[in-house]
């Protein structure tokens, strides 16, 4: 059975960082792009990165490139997510996510539905 367990959230002033972690077992890594994802209240799921896991790279949004990283330790089978300088805009539940299709020219997908396994998410709260 498939399990992501992410950890990490909490609460931060702007300006702070937090790292998030996604264990994950029980997958084969038959497809090889990972990523992470955000959900505000009110608001629709959006990736924040993704990783094709084939050479490590790594692809972010304009919201997040230059603060976000993300990198994945095959050794642990953990996912991270690296977040600094965070906005309060930044607030939202994190959820990492696994089992997507490479596209061409060994791109990774940013729509959620192409994501077949989900972690249950960790909030992060960002204040003023």
């Known amino acids: 059975q498939v399990q992501l367990v992410e950890s990490g959230g909490g609460s931060v002033q702007a300006g702070g960082s937090l790292r998030l972690s996604c264990v994950v077992s029980?997958?084969?890594?038959?497809?090889?792009?990972l990523g992470w994802f955000r959900q505000a209240p009110g608001k629709e799921r959006e990736g924040v990165a993704t990783?094709?896991?084939?050479?490590?790279?790594?692809s972010y949004p304009g919201s997040v490139k230059g603060r976000f990283t993300a990198s994945h330790d095959t050794s642990k089978n953990t996912l991270y997510l690296q977040m600094n300088t965070l906005k309060p805009e930044d607030t939202a539940m994190y959820y990492c996510?696994?089992?997507?299709?490479?596209?061409?020219?060994?791109?990774?997908?940013?729509?959620?539905?192409?994501?077949?396994?989900w972690g249950q998410g960790t909030q992060v709260t960002v204040s003023s």
């Open positions: 029980g997958y084969t890594y038959r497809r090889k792009c």
């Open positions: 990783i094709y896991l084939v050479d490590g790279r790594t």
């Open positions: 996510a696994a089992d997507s299709p490479v596209l061409p020219w060994n791109r990774c997908s940013w729509a959620s539905s192409t994501y077949n396994y």
